[in-house]
Structure formats: structure tokens, C-alpha cells
């Protein structure tokens, strides 16, 4: 038994104070570092960086759209709304030439097919009336038509007065000289009148013309017309050789 002057403690209790100190721990928890991502090697960086510098560059160096407009001189579009944009109407084409280039010179003494009557007209010579009455007749104006149709005039009237009468084959169809000794108004109603007689009677002469491949085949199918009645001596009074170009008067061609 305890002494006297020995307070009781209650069972289960402690007295009121100060707690004892409970010893801790410091505990250290080491979380996993992430996985280190695997580096490009060295060259590859490179390349990616060039590739990078390149593309940059390339997009500093394009041109603006009034750039491309003043180069290639095309107005440059025109923005009507946000997001939508209409382009400007194309301008006119333009070509620039060369001031020291100078136009070519056409020489009108040497006719082509494609002469018409009034430029025929204004040349004004036996050459000019010889493709008048092929434009007439519907025949080809080739050198070898030209060139039978100048030695049949040369043989009924000469060069130098050519146009005589009017009528520089003496053809009598339409000229009120049966003969062939008539006239007519002017030189082109003259060929007008020679082609349509051809047509109306002379088949061979026509097909030498149609063809116009031989001056001396046609000349051939003349001398065996009725066309004159010395039929041209069969050819002995026919001459081949080139017929002087000579000009009619204005008045001749009623101009």
C-alpha cells in the first residue's frame, strides 16, 4: 500500500499538461525523372535549320500583286469585299516594234491574182487589161494566161497604141463592128465583152485558159479559131518574144 502523503492517479488518465514528445521521421520520397527524349543527330539539325532559313527567304522575295502588275503590265485585282475578291478586266495587247524596222514596199507593177477591177484600172496597162478579161472570164491569172493574152494583142493592135478603138483585140461581139473594127465605151467594158465572147464560141481557147499551164497550147487553139481569118499564119506571124508594158490613157479606162 502506497504512503499516505502519495496522491492516487486515476486509472487510464493522464494529468493535464504537456505531452510527451513523440520522435518523427523525415521521410524522403524520390519521384522517377522523365524519360529524356532522344536528340536529332547534329547533321539533321542542321539540314532542318537551312530548310527552315531557306523558306523564309524564299517568302521575303515573292512579289507583291503590283509587282507582278507593273511587270507584266496587268491592273492588279481589285478587292470588293472582305474574303472576296474580282478580278480587273485584261487590257488592251500591245506590240512593240523596233522604230528602225521599216514597212516593206509593195510593188504594184507586178499584179496578183487577186487584183480586182478597180485596182486593174487605175495600173492602166495592156498587162492590167490581159488580167481583166481572165477576172472576166473566170480563168486564172497565171504568166502563162498573162503572157498569151499580151502576144494575141500584141498581133491585132501594137503596144505602143494598144488601146486603139477601145478594143484591143478587134473582137466584134458588142462593139457595132461585125468585123471586129467596132469600139466600145471604154477598156473595161471591152474586156467584159472579149471574156463573154470567148464563152459563147470558142470552147479551145476557153480550156488553153482554164488550164493556164501553156501560153503556146492556147496560142495553139487561136490560130485554129475563127477568131481571125489569117488564123495568124498557123503561128509564122505570131511572136513569142516579151511584150513592152505600156500604160493607157486615164480617158481609155473612163476614169
Request: aromatic share 6%; proline share 10%; net charge positive.
Amino acid at each position: 500500500m502506497p504512503p499516505a502523503s502519495a496522491p492516487l492517479r486515476p486509472r487510464g488518465r493522464r494529468p493535464a499538461g504537456r505531452r510527451a514528445a513523440v520522435p518523427t521521421q523525415r521521410v524522403r520520397i524520390r519521384l522517377p525523372k522523365p524519360p529524356r527524349r532522344a536528340g536529332l543527330p547534329l547533321q539533321h539539325r542542321i539540314g532542318v535549320t537551312l530548310a527552315v532559313i531557306g523558306l523564309v527567304c524564299g517568302f521575303s522575295i515573292v512579289p507583291t500583286d503590283e509587282a507582278l502588275a507593273s511587270t507584266l503590265r496587268v491592273a492588279p485585282s481589285t478587292t470588293v469585299a472582305p474574303g472576296r475578291v474580282v478580278p480587273a478586266p485584261a487590257p488592251d495587247q500591245q506590240l512593240l516594234v523596233d522604230a528602225t524596222i521599216a514597212a516593206p514596199v509593195v510593188n504594184r507593177e507586178n499584179l496578183s491574182a487577186t487584183d480586182g477591177l478597180q485596182t486593174l484600172a487605175r495600173v492602166g496597162t495592156n498587162e492590167a487589161w490581159a488580167k481583166l478579161v481572165l477576172m472576166f472570164g473566170g480563168w486564172p491569172q497565171t504568166d502563162e494566161n498573162v503572157n498569151v493574152m499580151l502576144r494575141w494583142m500584141r498581133q491585132e493592135n501594137g503596144p505602143p497604141d494598144w488601146w486603139n478603138r477601145n478594143n484591143p483585140l478587134n473582137n466584134g461581139y458588142g462593139s457595132g463592128g461585125g468585123a471586129g473594127l467596132g469600139s466600145y465605151p471604154d477598156l473595161v467594158t471591152a474586156a467584159e465583152y472579149c471574156a463573154k465572147n470567148l464563152q459563147r464560141g470558142y470552147p479551145a481557147i476557153v480550156a488553153g485558159l482554164q488550164a493556164g499551164t501553156s501560153a503556146d497550147a492556147t496560142a495553139a487553139a487561136i490560130w485554129a479559131s475563127p477568131w481571125a481569118t489569117s488564123h495568124y499564119g498557123n503561128g509564122s506571124h505570131w511572136s513569142t518574144r516579151p511584150v513592152q508594158v505600156v500604160q493607157a490613157p486615164a480617158s481609155a479606162w473612163g476614169l
